[in-house]
């Protein structure tokens, strides 16, 4: 298979041992995770699912963006899960492989449970503490946030209250996704670590000419620090939920879905170069 004949929305890329693994789903109301796996980044195997619930899972409907990341050795898998009678939140899910079979590390989310959460995504900071940033929707609080909350060592469990970094207003360009003046958009952080050191990280919003993926800053190269946001986007148009990753020759690479339109979403692949500690397209 290629990219071209994979539907995937807020694809996620993790390299691991010489071989490309990209999360996501097979159609859009899927409730089930699935694995495609690649050596080229071209040619990919057809998918195989990770995540199917387990009975008793709480979670019936919009699962969303899984990524997956290595920690002490094992992989955790970070997704937005929903229930009619629940917010939206991320869970954490844990397996001993990157294609192997994920499982509910605790019986409940990570996020705050009166807050309608998503796109939790793992950092781990200069002194090797867990945190986990995501975004508390704008579909609650009308101007979106990106938030963070420190992990214990085991990631079962929030240890700190939510720090907010930036919201959706901070960006200059920010328009409403709805034509209202409640609706601004935080979707997608990712943090990444410039070779100039600094601490960046890409998220997603709306502007005049649509999804865009855009840059924020931290101040002292660390979660902790203050965050600001770029007025320049990275990607202006038909943009769509990414993040970032180096390939095996060292390249650095964004992956995104383009459209913003089901169900025609595909992951897009662009490379990346940084200069002066900015980012653009190669």
């Not at 959460?117 to 986990?132: A, E, F, M, Q, V």
């Not at 649509?210 to 990275?234: F, H, M």
Request: glycine content about 8%; aromatic content about 12%.
């Amino acid at each position: 298979m290629q990219l071209k004949d994979i539907y995937i929305r807020d694809p996620y890329i993790f390299p691991y041992c010489g071989v490309y693994y990209m999360y996501g789903k097979e159609r859009a109301d899927a409730v089930c995770f699935c694995v495609y796996k690649s050596r080229d980044l071209k040619e990919w195997d057809k998918s195989l699912k990770v995540f199917v619930p387990p009975a008793g899972f709480w979670a019936t409907e919009d699962y969303w963006a899984p990524e997956v990341h290595e920690y002490k050795g094992r992989f955790y898998m970070f997704a937005s899960f929903k229930a009619p009678s629940r917010c939206r939140a991320t869970q954490i899910l844990v397996s001993d492989a990157p294609d192997g079979c994920f499982v509910p590390l605790t019986d409940h989310p990570v996020t705050p449970p009166e807050w309608e959460c998503l796109d939790g995504t793992l950092y781990t900071d200069k002194n090797g503490r867990p945190h986990i940033v995501f975004c508390h929707e704008w579909t609650q609080i009308g101007n979106g946030t990106v938030c963070e909350m420190e992990l214990s060592a085991d990631l079962k469990t929030a240890v700190s209250t939510p720090r907010l970094l930036w919201s959706a207003s901070d960006y200059s360009g920010v328009v409403d996704a709805r034509n209202d003046t409640v609706s601004k958009v935080t979707d997608g952080p990712f943090l990444h670590r410039l070779k100039s050191g600094e601490l960046i990280a890409i998220w997603s919003s709306f502007n005049k000419n649509g999804y865009a993926v855009l840059i924020a800053r931290s101040d002292n190269g660390d979660v902790d620090g203050i965050w600001t946001v770029d007025s320049e986007s990275l990607i202006d148009i038909n943009g769509g939920h990414g993040m970032v990753f180096n390939t095996f020759s060292g390249k650095t690479m964004l992956v995104m879905h383009r459209p913003n339109e089901n169900p025609y979403e595909r992951a897009v692949l662009l490379e990346l170069k940084e200069d002066n500690g900015r980012l653009s397209l190669q």
